[in-house]
């Protein structure tokens, strides 16, 4: 069955500071995509990436990286010199291609910047 | 701008009371969502529609229901029958893709209080 586990529940940085949220799922599919989201304090839930499972390379944008490890059912995020407009929480989701329909989220992981 | 549109922000619902929470899209998407977020907790999925007059249900569909009408709109109802509603309640859409690993994109979200 599909699992998303974020053991992260809550962390605080000061700002600049590297921070890096861990993400580990569970599939028994071998394509599947994998997100993550952001969910600041008004509510709406932004998309940051999509990756597939064919795809291992680490992504870069800006100050913010994935490294997608399969070695590991690993998908963690870092922002890098983290600033106080980070401050949210950040949901990390998983949809398989060939066994159910939709997304699992995992619980997220609430990211507070302090100045 | 494209985008997806949720109201109200805010709905109160006495006990016994039906309320219908919209949700309009013109993204040109043919999937749409329904989750609701409880406080400190992951999304989970109420209903979801693939195409125009069809629609399935998600983990958490008692107590709720769903009509699709019309592309662009997926109207949510919460029925006397859901004795917990309260919750931050989000719709979502994406495109149709094989399975269901298309990005899916948010709304604002309706947070819904029981008087």
């Known amino acids: 069955a599909q699992k998303v586990t974020q053991a992260q529940t809550e962390i605080s940085v000061v700002e600049k500071e590297d921070v890096t949220l861990d993400c580990v799922y569970e599939t028994r599919d071998t394509t599947y995509y994998l997100f993550w989201y952001k969910q600041p304090p008004s509510g709406e839930l932004v998309f940051l990436i999509r990756r597939n499972s064919f795809d291992e390379q680490n992504e870069i944008s800006g100050r913010y990286s994935w490294n997608f490890q399969k070695s590991t059912s690993s998908f963690n995020f870092t922002i890098t010199a983290s600033q106080v407009v980070d401050s949210a929480v950040y949901f990390c989701?998983?949809?398989?291609?060939?066994?159910?329909?939709?997304?699992?989220f995992g619980p997220g992981t609430r990211l507070s910047v302090l100045p | 701008d494209g985008g997806i549109t949720q109201s109200p922000k805010y709905l109160f619902r006495k006990e016994g009371q039906n309320v219908t929470l919209s949700c309009e899209q013109n993204?040109?998407?043919?999937?749409m969502y329904w989750y609701r977020q409880d406080p400190g907790q992951g999304l989970r999925l109420i209903y979801y529609s693939q195409i125009v007059n069809d629609f399935q249900k998600g983990d958490i569909a008692e107590g709720y229901s769903v009509s699709r009408e019309k592309k662009e709109s997926f109207p949510l109802t919460v029925t006397s029958a859901q004795k917990n509603p309260t919750a931050f309640y989000l719709c979502?859409?994406?495109?149709?893709?094989?399975?269901?690993?298309?990005?899916?994109?948010f709304g604002p979200g309706t947070r819904l209080l029981v008087l």
């Open positions: 979502a859409s994406s495109r149709m893709g094989q399975g269901s690993q298309e990005t899916q994109y």
């Open positions: 989701a998983l949809s398989e291609r060939n066994y159910g329909q939709n997304f699992v």
């Open positions: 993204l040109n998407h043919d999937a």
